[in-house]
């Protein structure tokens, strides 16, 4: 079986090709893979396809970005090529940290407009470290302000600052419009179709190397989930074979070894899963049948349960508490979560979120929960409660750590594009947040790139301000460079809040007395709760009023005379906004219809005495 088995196997893996593709966010990876999986002719000619096939998830859909690193494997002639795609966003850099681990080789897809962002120093320095053989992509070289020698000499640069082997300078570089489907071996070559990337990828990318004779080990790389078959983990074969309905063990955190029949055993074809009865060596594949697997998790040969290194994920710079919904509305809107099904969800989202850190506070009710990012969070709030649940999270701060007996905090660099008129705006709110401006170019017709340093503490909260002062004309990105002491005070200017100082149902002339103070978040007729926050105050201070309050219509002539009721329409703030704008002392409250924000302590007078107290404390 063995000595049939290793001539099968070697002809295999010189057909087999695992690729990464890694890029800065937006540079055109999943549109890439679009292009790719079209020219296989995974989708007859006539086929209407829907475009960013890889980006399934309704929150990938909606954001427009790749929020999960996934798998397809394509037919090239006698090859089979399985891609990667991944991620561009920083704050799911988990998922490239992830993944890489499967590939031989790498993608690296640059923006021929923007050249080398920060996100694709990351991902190189990453795949690099990893030993992958790199593929040079310049890409959108159809848009009209596009500069390939630029971008082209940029990443150079790049290579020989990150480079860990002399080898990996010596890269191919493809010119292509992921959009229009076509590659160019040659800048001046004519456009046909994607032939040229793929012939570079099986000529410059090496075959898996590894023995298929030794005992099985194969490192779960990703997880996924069927109705019929439950868990399905994923993961590239490093060494043996592996076939359906054989024995293995289970290699998990702290040594716990279980043992498992291979139920189900596929490949990636295209779109789909492959049924198949084995695999070796180099494969990537999915098996079904393992119980509470987890990422990193170890599948192994019951003869020879060696664990392999569990995949290095980075430390999490921002945190929030997550915690059961204590409001007099809670379950009304979703389902109500007690502290356990909170934990047990949190756990669970653990065996696939790597770069996601969950523990216990002091309150049974509250967990900490940390990450990436703002976004990397809130998108798992927003996954939480599309599935149902109602919770609350507390405002995002930065992690901090004590290095040499000092505390320390996360600091990065912030990358803007935008419009110059918004320069002043900008820079004003930046300085608030401790940000000291590094760079400013401009390109003479009205663009600007910036660059700021700060610490992390200072951008949250920052992308939702950036999106409105910007108005939509801005991009952002960030940069993670390290933990440094802490120091200073960021001062956002955030004007205090409307207070609802009674529970009942908002009106209009409640509201318009709101009004004249601020602005409003909520509409008349919406039921609002003593403590739940309405508006924006003016001032700087928050103010309790009562936006139930009906007119008096004793006067009848009065009320009559008034009867035009004008009333702004409310503010509403999207799950970002709300986490940007909340206080220590206050919370967001998240149900799948309703995104609102209280202060933790409802009732007026008791928070008067807790903050005179605090106040009196601290002087
Ligand atoms: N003009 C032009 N636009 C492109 C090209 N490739 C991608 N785009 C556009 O660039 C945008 C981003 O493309 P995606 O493929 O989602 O980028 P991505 O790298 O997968 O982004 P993330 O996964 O979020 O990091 C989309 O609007 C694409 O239509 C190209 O070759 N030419
Ligand atoms: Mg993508």
């Known amino acids: ?121 990351y991902v190189l320095r990453v795949a690099l470290q990893q030993g992958l053989r790199p593929i040079l992509v310049i890409n959108k070289i159809d848009r009209p302000t596009a500069d390939v020698p630029a971008a082209q000499s940029a990443v150079q640069d790049l290579f020989l600052e990150l480079a860990t082997d002399p080898d990996q300078l010596d890269f191919p570089v493809l010119y292509t419009s992921a959009r229009n489907q076509y590659a160019l071996a040659e800048e001046t070559d004519t456009p046909k179709d994607m032939g040229p990337l793929f012939d570079a990828i099986v000529e410059r990318v090496p075959p898996p190397v590894a023995d298929p004779n030794a005992p099985l080990q194969m490192l779960v790389a990703a997880l996924d989930y069927d109705n019929h078959l439950g868990q399905i983990a994923v993961g590239r074969v490093s060494r043996g074979r592996i076939a359906k309905d054989e024995q293995v063990v289970l290699l998990g955190q702290d040594d716990s070894a279980a043992p498992y029949r291979v139920e189900r055993l596929f490949t990636f074809r295209d779109l789909a899963r492959h049924a198949i009865e084995s695999a070796s060596a180099g494969e990537i594949v999915a098996l079904s049948g393992l119980r509470g697997v987890r990422i990193g998790d170890t599948v192994a040969s019951p003869t020879a349960p060696e664990p392999l290194e569990r995949m290095k994920v980075e430390e999490p710079t921002v945190r929030m508490t997550f915690s059961v919904n204590t409001l007099p509305f809670s379950g009304r809107e979703g389902q109500y979560a007690t502290s356990r099904m909170l934990w047990d969800r949190l756990q669970r989202e653990l065996q696939t979120n790597v770069a996601l850190r969950v523990e ?194 004793t006067n009848m002539r009065s009320a009559t005379q008034e009867i035009v009721e004008r009333l702004a329409p409310a503010v509403r703030f999207s799950l970002e906004e709300a986490l940007g704008f909340v206080n220590d002392d206050e919370l967001v409250e998240v149900t799948p219809q309703s995104i609102r924000m209280r202060k933790r302590i409802l009732n007026p007078d008791e928070r008067y005495r807790v903050n005179r107290a605090r106040a009196k404390a601290t002087r």
């Open 360 to 553: 216990r506070t002091d309150s049974a009710d509250e967990f900490l929960v940390s990450g990436r990012g703002e976004l990397h969070l809130s998108v798992l709030i927003e996954k939480m409660r599309r599935e149902g649940i109602e919770f609350q999270v507390s405002r995002p701060e930065a992690v901090t750590r004590v290095i040499d007996g000092r505390l320390h905090e996360p600091y990065e660099l912030l990358f803007l594009e935008t419009r110059d008129d918004f320069i002043g705006p900008v820079t004003q709110e930046l300085s608030a947040r401790l940000a000291q401006m590094m760079d400013m170019q401009s390109d003479g017709s009205g663009n600007v790139r910036l660059e700021f340093r700060l610490p992390t503490r200072g951008l949250i909260g920052f992308q939702s301000f950036f999106m409105r002062a910007a108005r939509g004309n801005g991009q952002m990105s960030t940069e993670f460079t390290g933990m440094e002491p802490v120091s200073g005070e960021v001062k956002p200017e955030r004007a205090e809040a409307i207070v609802s100082a009674e529970s009942g149902v908002a009106v209009t002339y409640g509201l318009q007395n709101a009004q004249e103070r601020g602005e409003t978040f909520v509409e008349p007729q919406t039921p609002v709760y003593q403590g739940m926050i309405v508006g924006r105050h003016n001032r700087e201070r928050d103010m309790d009023l009562n936006v139930c309050k009906e007119r008096k219509m």
């Open 1 to 121: 079986m063995y000595s049939n088995g290793r001539r099968m196997t070697e002809t295999a893996q010189s057909h087999l090709r695992n690729i990464a593709i890694v890029a800065h966010v937006d540079h055109g990876k999943t549109s890439l893979v679009d292009a790719m999986l079209r020219y296989s002719r995974v989708f007859r000619p006539d086929q209407q396809v829907d475009e960013l096939i890889m980006d399934s998830d309704p929150q990938e859909r909606e954001r427009g970005i790749t929020i999960l690193a996934k798998n397809t494997g394509i037919r090239y002639g006698d090859a089979t090529i399985n891609i990667i795609d991944t991620p561009g966003h920083a704050d799911f850099s988990g998922e490239v940290e992830r993944v890489v681990n499967m590939a031989d080789g790498c993608l690296l897809v640059v923006d021929a407009v923007e050249g080398p962002m920060p996100q694709t120093r």
